[in-house]
């Protein structure tokens, strides 16, 4: 079956930002859903609303995206035979809470540039930035609670639950990006897989949100929400190899960025990084720490870096090594779907999550 998942995540963006739209509007007004079902005691000023909250918001948000998490969950509804059209709702949770960690992320890391603009916070301010990205961790929460009276009680909690725990590992795993490339905690000490549960825990954690609130929503057992759910995670993790990778590689992606090689400019350690210093000659392993510390723009020294990493192969590592993650992880839930369309564009899908080029 030939799938094109550039055009499915093109189509189903623009359904996703319809529905985000239900629950965030553009503009603010007196009967907006978010003030029908949390009406205010007293009055509010809709346009200090707009101003703080929507404008920056849907600034960010139509500058794109991929939109990949809710393609994620509506794939995986159809894959265990439900009608994903009767939970579209649903599949705004991950995204509204992927672009506001992003929105508080280029505040932690005083980031410039985001999807060819400047940073929300260069925008509008630091204080509003932060603000408006915790508000996309609850704002999507009103979809639960919209559907509070349709849901099983034993279901709703189940979502409830999963969003809890998920929104717990986003802070550790952030909390350990920080804690490295800030030298707050030994970055030259960092294992491989101490590396890849960060991931897990950042990127990792929404696409398994995406997958297991829809296995709930879907009725599956126990063993299936979390084998799905691991499947998603390993999905997350491979996407961000691979966003690393691109930052290295990709004039398009870095682009959008502010420039190739951001990650070191911001002294990351990324798989190719880790496995660079455990392979490196000890000069060469010395140089790159070198840089890394400098947080330096300066193109001359991000290209020799880049050399360094390449002269042991590391990319072409990480690179195989996202590729494995996926294809072992699908093993894991080959058998517990059943033969459909669906479930092939879904292992098409993380293939192409893997292999994209932007």
Request: with cysteine; aromatic share 8%.
């Amino acid at each position: 079956m030939q799938i094109d998942i550039e055009k499915f995540l093109k189509e189903k963006a623009e359904v996703i930002d319809e529905l985000i739209e239900k629950y965030i509007p553009k503009n603010f007004e007196k009967n907006s859903l978010v003030f029908q079902l949390n009406p205010p005691s007293y009055g509010h000023s809709l346009e200090a609303l707009n101003e703080a909250i929507a404008k920056p918001i849907w600034d960010f948000l139509e500058r794109g995206g991929k939109r990949w998490r809710p393609g994620l969950f509506l794939l995986i509804i159809e894959a265990l035979g439900e009608d994903p059209k009767k939970f579209l709702d649903f599949a705004i949770i991950p995204e509204v809470i992927h672009n506001g960690t992003i929105m508080v992320d280029d505040v932690e890391d005083d980031s410039t540039f985001r999807r060819g603009k400047p940073c929300t916070h260069r925008i509008f301010g630091i204080d509003i930035a932060v603000n408006t990205g915790n508000a996309m961790y609850f704002l999507p929460l009103l979809t639960l609670i919209r559907s509070k009276n349709k849901l099983l009680p034993k279901t709703f909690n189940k979502i409830y639950e999963i969003y809890t725990k998920e929104m717990i590992n986003i802070s550790l795993g952030q909390a350990t990006d920080i804690a490295w490339h800030r030298g707050l905690a030994n970055a030259d000490l960092i294992t491989e897989v101490q590396y890849i549960q960060m991931c897990a825990y950042k990127t990792g954690t929404l696409a398994r949100m995406a997958a297991k609130i829809a296995a709930v929503l879907a009725n599956a057992d126990d063993r299936i929400i979390e084998k799905v759910g691991r499947f998603a995670e390993a999905v997350g993790v491979a996407f961000q190899i691979q966003d690393d990778i691109l930052d290295l590689t990709g004039e398009e992606f870095a682009e959008k960025k502010g420039g190739r090689g951001q990650d070191i400019t911001e002294g990351k350690r990324t798989l190719m990084i880790i496995h660079t210093l455990e392979k490196a000659e000890s000069d060469d392993k010395e140089r790159l720490k070198e840089i890394l510390k400098m947080h330096t723009s300066t193109r001359k020294l991000i290209d020799e870096a880049i050399s360094i990493m390449q002269k042991y192969s590391s990319i072409d590592y990480a690179r195989q090594f996202g590729r494995n993650l996926v294809q072992q992880s699908w093993k894991e839930v080959d058998s517990l779907l059943p033969p459909s369309d669906a479930k092939e564009k879904l292992r098409a899908f993380a293939e192409y999550l893997v292999e994209r080029k932007i």
